[in-house]
């Protein structure tokens, strides 16, 4: 990087023309566009997925979260109601919770011993009056002023969401109209866990955005499902995108499936293979739905996707760890009605995502390469014109980055790039 592009870097970033159809490589590494993002995107008027209601189906249960990079406790009180809370404690600044998830009466900080309720709120702390009439803190000192700090928490067909922002709307409000239907479409029944694990991928968050929205390069990238036949850009399928365009939906129907001649005209890698399965009832399914999608991602700004593939079900959550490493979360569900054989066959199609999924295995890769390849080029930037440069639902070819377009929309109005 030169001496100029190092002091170019430090002026506002200044979006380039022609607008969301380009994207300057400086967000994926910059540290202080990344600072900005935790104020304005994580603490700001948008709905920050927290876990799933299932993670604490009982009084007393926590499980512990995370908003951008902000620690973060979701419990359920005694009365049922769920809460969220900063894992800070007030009085040292110490995590409160250290476990992943548990059950408790109260949340104590193992440092100084000061215990929270299930709500946040302080009641108690240890020699709160000194020993021996010596010591202790002031008399005045009030312990409802100490309180862990409190999110707003919704809960919308068994995601619970928390924001930081009294200016952001309601969940199905800042979702919209046709993104709410497909959630109630997907998670609209009572659900159960079959699983979760993480992975840790280097990378910007951001760049994980970007692969949930990029609906053509699963074709392309993904060997198995092109060879497999379970999501091809051959197939009836489509984009929706919300209404203010920052989340969308991409969807597939295997039974429409016609090979297209581009596959073996544009020498598509990924279609030039002959392969069987040892086990082929992997990939056997039932018609859950009578719309015929058999493969949809729907993602929600900011890091939320969720994904239905054959019948595996699973949400995805991907936190930012630092400017080029993300966790990503994989949270598989079932329904509470299935039955045993539909339990199994979730369980075993399970195997086609997460780390070392059959699918998804070269997502974890994949953008780290894009890390990697825009080092040190930060003041260059990338393209996203697939499909025109429109920012629109699209039924007509999945060949598209208008999704991509979507993210970027809704990105750099929060963050105030002009």
Known sequence: MTLSSVKEMTEPLQWPEPGVTRIPYRVYSDPEIYALEQRRIFRGPVWNFLCLEIDIPNPGDYKTSTVGEIPVIVTRDEDGDIHAMVNRCTHKGALVCLKEKGNA???????????????????????????????????????????????????????????????????????????????????????KPLGMHSQ????????????????????????????????????????????????????????????????????????QYDSHLEGPHLLNAWNEFDDGITHSIQAIFPNLAIQFTLNSLAVRFFVPRGVDKTELFWFYVGYEDDDEAQTAMRVMQGNLTGAAGLVSLEDGCI????????????????????????????DASRATETAIRGFWTGYRKIMEFN
């Open 200 to 271: 840790i991928i280097h990378n910007n968050w951001k760049l994980y955005a970007e692969n949930v929205r990029d609906s053509y390069h699963a074709t392309l990238l993904h060997t198995f499902y092109t060879t497999f036949k379970i999501n091809r850009l051959d197939m009836d399928g489509g984009i929706v995108l919300a209404e203010d365009k920052w989340h969308h939906i991409s969807y597939a129907k295997r039974e429409t499936f016609e090979e297209a001649e581009e596959y073996q005209r544009d020498k598509i890698h990924a279609a």
């Open 105 to 191: 009466k109260m949340l104590t900080c193992i440092y100084h011993s000061w215990s929270f309720d299930m709500a946040g709120k302080l009641k108690g702390i240890a020699f709160r009056n000194g020993l021996q009439g010596k010591g202790g803190l002031p008399k005045d000192f009030d312990p409802d002023k100490h309180a862990l700090e409190l999110l707003r928490v919704e809960v919308f067909c068994g995601l619970v969401f928390g924001t930081f922002s009294e200016a952001t709307p309601s969940v199905e409000s800042f979702l919209g109209q046709p993104m709410s239907k497909f959630i109630r479409r997907n998670l609209g029944k009572p659900l």
């Open 367 to 394: 953008n780290e390469f894009v890390q990697r390849g825009t080092h040190g080029s930060e003041m260059e930037m990338g393209l996203a014109e697939m499909g025109g440069w429109e920012v629109e639902s699209s």
